[in-house]
């Protein structure tokens, strides 16, 4: 199949389910209703499928019951971090055999995600599948095609997509907050080696898997993937050329992933942009700027400011009830944006929570997923393979 094709058919499938009654899906898929507990196994209890349990934990009906991960003493912490009962599985098939299981949260290395998120849809579950969705072009294809087969709810774990600070913040640009856009730029800074400690030799490569090629996408897809997934959704588009650098430059540990990258992509609309992530120098972390020829838009985790254009660099507003009144600000750090938000990461569980009970379509869905996907594979090869890459067809 084609790119477009598989792409279009995806949003022509999740059209036809919304469109069925909520009776007539009910009664076809046995959704649950809004007070009714929804049971989750989680298959990796790395730190980040620990984390993710923990604002489980928090949501009202929402219970773990069982959890996955081939590092016995892994899946221990995984186990005792669940409120309640949950069983551990050497084996997530197992796991995915457990009739009481409604869903489930994959949070395995990224070269695994394709597998285990198709085996769970076989197997009748719903899925949030952490970012990035799939690794490699075929491992994208596949899940896109059983996602499309599958009549249970899929949401790929770009959390910010869940956020409703970010969700406003698009909704701004797209009515023209900062004008026409111009370029992204994009970067998570940290200071660290990213290298987690090894009990045993030849756990090196398990527990240490980010710094290999074979499990891997390093930091493009560990990160920059979130950045990327922003920028495809604010402009509506997904880029048709990457090129990029990076190297071991810093660590010299025997890793293979890059521990700095730097990559252009490049969108049909004339929109550049680039995404940074550094290990040697955490300046300024994480922040996405968003510039257009009214303004500027700067994010990072959980906090937005605007920076207008012009000569006076005012904007007017509503201030002790006096509407036109100029706001002031500090042109160092921009004019707030205000809007009261969850926690992305749980948002977005809650998002699938109710999407399952609801029948509502995920905004991270297969296809945003896809997209981000799509991007960071052409960003290991142009890196990779020192070239321009172009967007395949698939």
Sequence with gaps: MKRRAFIVKGSL???????????????????????????????????????????????????????????????????????????????????????????????????THSKIAIDALD?????????????????????????????????????????????????????????????????WNRHGNWRRPVPEPELERIINWRMYHEYSGGLLAELCSH????ANWVLGETPYQAMGTGGVDYWKDGRETYDNIHLIYNYPSGVKATFTCLTSNAKDDYKIKVMGDKGTILLDYAKAWFFPEGKGKKELGIVDGVSGATTKWDKNSGIPIEFEHKEPSKQALIDFKDNIIYNKKPISDVTTGANAAICIQMGLDAMYNNKVVAKPVL
């Design 13 to 111: 499938a999740s059209s036809a389910i919304l469109t069925t009654s909520a009776f007539a899906m009910e009664s076809a898929f046995g959704y649950k209703g809004a007070n009714d507990v929804l049971n989750i196994g989680v298959i990796g209890t790395g730190d980040r499928g620990r984390g993710l349990i923990s604002n489980i934990n928090k949501i009202k009906n929402f219970n773990v019951i069982a959890c996955a991960d081939i590092l016995p003493f892994r899946l221990e912490k995984g186990v005792n971090t669940v409120d309640g009962k949950a069983k551990g599985y050497a084996d997530y098939r197992k796991l995915l055999d457990n009739k009481d299981i409604d869903a489930i949260l994959v949070t395995t290395p990224f070269n």
């Design 123 to 187: 197997a009748g579950k719903h899925v949030y599948c952490e970012k990035t969705m799939a690794k490699g072009y075929d491992g994208i294809r596949n899940l896109v095609k059983k996602v499309n087969e599958s009549k249970t709810t899929f949401q790929a774990g770009h959390q910010y997509h869940s956020s409703r600070l970010y969700s406003h913040v698009v909704d701004l640009i797209k009515d023209g907050k900062i004008g026409k856009i111009a370029a992204f730029e994009c970067q």
């Design 227 to 230: 950045q990327i997934d922003f």
